[in-house]
């Protein structure tokens, strides 16, 4: 098992930009691939970005792609989010996911670990 604590959120103007970040601990972090997920009030927790435990492979959910960039740092025990020109549909708790897989996964089911969240407002 493994901890997940998500940070970096808030309030944020519409067109601006945040940097959410995921420090894991608990079990070895650098092979497994990691997520990122988000649900907004009313809806179902939607995939949000993925990437592979190398960090050399990485997936985006169309509403974010060009915008929203994973990263990760192994050394670390850390995965990124960093999220640019955000909108106002971007409004959601966004959470940090771990998987045993070692490669890209995007369905939730795939993942068997989750942290807390971290709320993401953009205002108009």
């Known amino acids: 098992q493994v901890q997940l604590a998500e940070s970096g959120g808030g309030l944020v103007q519409a067109g601006g930009s945040l940097r959410l970040s995921c420090a894991a601990s608990?079990?070895?972090?650098?092979?497994?691939?990691m997520g990122w997920f988000r649900q907004a009030p009313g809806k179902e927790r939607e995939f949000v970005a993925t990437?592979?435990?190398?960090?050399?492979?990485?997936y985006y959910a169309d509403s974010v792609k060009g915008r929203f960039t994973i990263s990760r740092d192994n050394a670390k025990n850390t995965v990124y989010l960093q999220m640019n020109r955000l909108k106002p549909e971007d409004t959601a708790v966004y959470y940090c996911a771990a998987s045993w897989a070692l490669s890209i996964v995007i369905a939730t089911g795939d993942y068997s670990d989750w942290g807390r969240g971290t709320q993401v407002t953009v205002s108009s």
């Open positions: 608990g079990r070895t972090f650098s092979p497994y691939a």
């Open positions: 990437i592979s435990g190398s960090g050399g492979t990485t």
